[in-house]
């Protein structure tokens, strides 16, 4: 039997070297050597590399290419020896990168000088270099070692090359950050600032987007996750807007459609019983595909309640669904429910609004969403391992289209205040707990919130807050003392200027705010009810003020309460017990937080 005659194999052709990611032609190339990139890339600006100019540019760019082997050899023996290197060497190591980025940038700054001279040959008229500005590159390198981050006051970056922005709209050239409504060095630096501190070790399986307010990142979560006629679950206390939001846009019926429900409690208990209504109230949409997203605001607003967020976290995912718990009052000071160290109990994502503690000053709105990575961002057509698709991420599901982001000013007045954000809320907390005993020792005034060692929720808070203290929020209320809302409003009114009557809180100043009148307004009777919250209810977002002065001016408001109720302000406790009172808290906690930072064996491992 004749054989068929074998095809000619067709001769293999090697490979382009890694280093193409530097080339122009990064997706083209035909250069299997780094010599031939070096030529293939003048050869694409139409630099003849056998010319005199051509000669040095051929060098320099070849160089180039095999710095690029070297950098991606230094990066992988760093991630495979860091975890075993002792602090001393870890130390050296950093220091010595950092100075290959000065000689970096010292080699991109020398070479600005001829592409100026260059620019300047090309002579423009003075009205095309006006309309055009500054060529930005010269003007650039040394804002790269400004010491905080710069402030990128641009919509549009300049492009290096077709292929190169190509890939950049595909999620896989960081570099080019194509258009401000996407990203801006700024913004990210502040993206990459809190997953630091609010993953801590575990930094490296969560990335953030950051939001132009917190109701921009409540809103970007729910947008990315929830469908038509999902069930929403959400814990009771939460800020008005979010309610508003779940209430009255996702659970319209021409939106979306969505059953949201409440529950009750701070305790897992509290949360797997009111679960398990819910998939008896809604089995029937259940049964077709529809989803149940869970909620929580903790510590939460108006009250300072702590949830049980790990143990609701670890039930919620026993059951399949996914949790977004906003933390915006906490801060990552008081509790962070990322470096949880079983999984299982974390958040799959956490929302702040900058506005408040984190940026600390009420100068500026911005929000962010936290989430892990592979539910973040994929570069297109990419799948993660575990299965995710690129298009489920909230990066092009949510804020590539929808635009809410974050410009550099207000990225750069977080990321200011977040230097001081330790020192502030240790005050406020102290102040928080000075003032609510204060305040507790008046039995006509009912104080809600762990601030307040009769609380229900004080022993939740003591076990998942940083050294067991409270947020500084809580509410008071005067039910017990039956005044009238003329009373409540005189009162009110004459807590200035101690207390101001902002709508916000988590500044540097005590604000105060009725939250059936603001913050809250959007809950009708039975909802404010169900809350917690009476006509009497004032929401009080401790400050860093003297807490004895806090106490001074409101004690002076309550001549108001006494025109109806004689003798109310002299239930409070007396000047000589604030002060022994202050004391102690003051140096018990101080003490505790002195023991709880990290000793000098752990500093130099």
Known sequence: MQKTPASPKKPHKPEAPPARLLSPRRKTTQATTLHELAVEQLEHFHIDPRSEAGKPLLALAEKLYAAHG?????????????????????????????????????LLD???????????????????????????????VTAIFSATPVITRTATYLYACSEWIDDAFQGREFLHEIYSRLM?????????????????????????????SGMGAIDAALSHLIGYRDVVLSSRNIYGGAYQLLHDWFGKRSNLDVGVEFFDGFTTADFTKALAAVKRKYSEQLTTGRRIYIYLESPCNPHGVFLDVPGICAAAH???????????????????????????????????????????????????????????????????????SWHDTLFWNVYY???????????????????????????????????????????LVTVSGPANPEDPNHATAARLSYLGLPAPLFTINFEAAKISRVTLERFFDSLAPMFGHMVSL???????????LTSHSELGPAALKEAGITPTTIRISVGDESPRELIGDFLAATRAIDDQISGFSKKFMAGAEIDRTADEIYTEVHRRHAAAQPRFADCVK
């Open 401 to 443: 289209i929808k635009g809410a982001f974050l410009d550099s000013d207000k990225a750069f007045e977080v990321l200011t205040g977040m230097k001081t954000l330790e020192q502030r809320m240790l005050k406020k907390c102290i102040n928080t707990l000075v003032f609510a005993r204060w305040l507790a020792s008046n039995p």
């Open 318 to 388: 026993a059951a399949g669904l996914t949790v977004i718990c906003d933390s915006t009052v906490g801060t990552p000071f008081l509790v962070r429910p990322l470096q949880q160290p079983n999984p299982a109990e974390r958040p799959d994502y956490v929302i702040h609004s900058y506005t408040k503690d984190l940026t600390g000053h009420g100068t500026t709105t911005a929000g962010v969403v936290i989430g892990r990575n592979e539910d973040m961002f994929l570069p297109k057509g990419d799948t993660s391992p575990s299965g995710k």
């Open 506 to 516: 988590g500044q540097s100043n005590t604000l105060v705010l009725c939250p059936a």
């Open 184 to 212: 801006n060095p700024t913004s990210i630096s502040l993206a990459n600032h809190i997953v630091d501190i609010e993953a801590g070790p575990m930094a490296g399986e969560y990335m953030a987007w950051n939001f132009n």
């Open 70 to 106: 070297d950098v991606m050899d230094l990066w992988e023996a760093t991630t495979r020896e860091l975890g075993r290197l002792p602090r001393q060497d870890r130390l050296a190591l950093f220091n010595a990168k950092k100075f290959l980025s000065f000689q970096l940038a010292k």
């Open 110 to 140: 020398t070479l600005q000088n001829p592409s100026r001279k260059t620019h300047q040959s090309l002579r423009y008229s003075n009205t095309t270099m006006l309309a055009k500005g500054p060529y930005p590159i010269f003007d650039n």
